[in-house]
């Protein structure tokens, strides 16, 4: 079933507008890496109407709930396929309204009404990256701070310029090919999973299984991450800025940065790829290594047993050259 544009029934609702005052304070390092909010975002809450073409796009959100809801209900979040599959349903009324990203900020401004609806954190989260894959356009804002619940699979197989303010849900950035997106706030597990291009760039911390598969791009968290990230990676560069619970496991191609504590178990079971540690480390780090070279620059506990045929430096120095201790 393909779903094209219908005339929706003007509204009116309470939504949040947004003031971004300028400032002139120098930049950090930060501030040159990812585009920044300005000083002084206060929020005041106005009656207005919905533009006809937001309305339009929230007309558009409740068929594609109601759809999502019956095919699958409880169910959609169980397999990609079920996304793919609802996605595919709609995929005619994202081509033709061809959002612009002042109308889907706008909308995005407006999207706390749907919030008590029925898995509202997952079909709004779909429903966003559908419109964003499927537009002309390019550079869009989704403002997510007034919302209760975080989205999940927002920005799923994103192609675009996004960036993100508030808080999101797991699976954030799935699939993701030749965009940049910078999220300021918090991401839940998964996020950058199956990656294969682009830049992803967290002002905040992520959940556990941080790039777990991904083939390509760059993912830089400025907080700190759970377990599992780069698990099974093959390709690509993750650096987290904080700490985490494990780094590199089973991975093998790629480049993983930690640069505070690395956790337990830090490149446990690597088969390729390099892991760098500059912070410090746990227990059973290089743990059954088969291949992949390591960068230990700090201080932790002994190296985990069984070895393959890595190589393995520590503060510099090499102790490890295929496997064999130096």
């Known amino acids: 079933m393909q779903t094209t544009l219908a005339k929706p029934k003007p509204r009116a609702v309470i939504v949040a507008a947004a003031a971004f005052p300028s400032s002139t304070r120098p930049c950090n390092l930060l501030e040159?890496?990812?585009?920044?909010?300005?000083?002084?975002?206060?929020?005041?809450?106005?009656?207005?109407?919905?533009?006809?073409?937001?309305?339009?796009?929230?007309d558009g959100f409740l068929r594609f709930h109601q759809n999502a809801m019956r095919k699958f209900g409880p169910r959609l979040s169980n397999d990609a396929g079920n996304t793919r599959q609802v996605w595919d349903d709609f995929q005619n009324f994202a081509i033709e309204i061809n959002v612009t990203p002042s109308e889907l900020e706008e909308f995005t401004l407006r999207m706390g009404k749907f919030e008590r609806m029925s898995q509202f954190e997952l079909t709004m989260g779909i429903y966003l990256s559908m419109l964003i894959h499927d537009s002309k356009h390019n550079g869009f804002r989704l403002q997510l701070e007034h919302l209760g619940k975080r989205l999940d699979q927002l920005c799923w197989n994103c192609n675009k310029s996004v960036v993100v303010r508030g808080d999101v849900g797991s699976e954030f950035c799935v699939a993701m090919h030749q965009a940049r997106v910078v999220l300021h706030g918090n991401a839940g597990f998964f996020a950058g999973y199956m990656l294969g291009a682009g830049l992803l760039f967290i002002v905040g911390d992520v959940g556990l299984n941080l790039g777990q598969g991904?083939?390509?791009?760059?993912?830089?968290?400025?907080?700190?991450?759970?377990?599992?990230?780069?698990?099974?990676?093959?390709?690509?560069?993750?650096?987290?800025?904080?700490?985490?619970?494990?780094?590199?496991?089973?991975?093998?191609?790629?480049?993983?940065?930690?640069?505070?504590?690395?956790?337990?178990?830090?490149?446990?079971?690597?088969?390729?790829?390099?892991?760098?540690?500059?912070?410090?480390?746990?227990?059973?780090?290089?743990?059954?290594?088969?291949?992949?070279?390591?960068?230990?620059?700090?201080?932790?506990?002994?190296?985990?047993?069984?070895?393959?045929?890595?190589?393995?430096?520590?503060?510099?120095?090499?102790?490890?050259?295929d496997g064999s201790h130096v």
Do not use: H
Not at 42 to 58: D, F
Not at 239 to 245: E, F, K, P, Y
């Open 32 to 58: 040159k890496c990812v585009p920044q909010e300005r000083e002084g975002n206060e929020r005041e809450l106005i009656k207005v109407a919905a533009s006809p073409r937001v309305a339009l796009l929230e």
């Open 214 to 321: 991904k083939s390509g791009g760059r993912i830089i968290v400025w907080g700190n991450a759970g377990c599992g990230i780069g698990t099974q990676m093959s390709g690509g560069e993750i650096t987290v800025n904080g700490s985490c619970n494990g780094a590199g496991e089973l991975m093998f191609g790629g480049k993983i940065t930690i640069n505070g504590d690395a956790g337990e178990e830090a490149g446990a079971n690597m088969n390729g790829g390099t892991l760098i540690v500059n912070g410090t480390w746990g227990k059973d780090v290089c743990k059954e290594i088969r291949k992949g070279t390591v960068y230990l620059n700090g201080t932790g506990a002994k190296l985990g047993g069984w070895f393959g045929r890595p190589d393995i430096y520590l503060n510099g120095k090499q102790i490890y050259q």
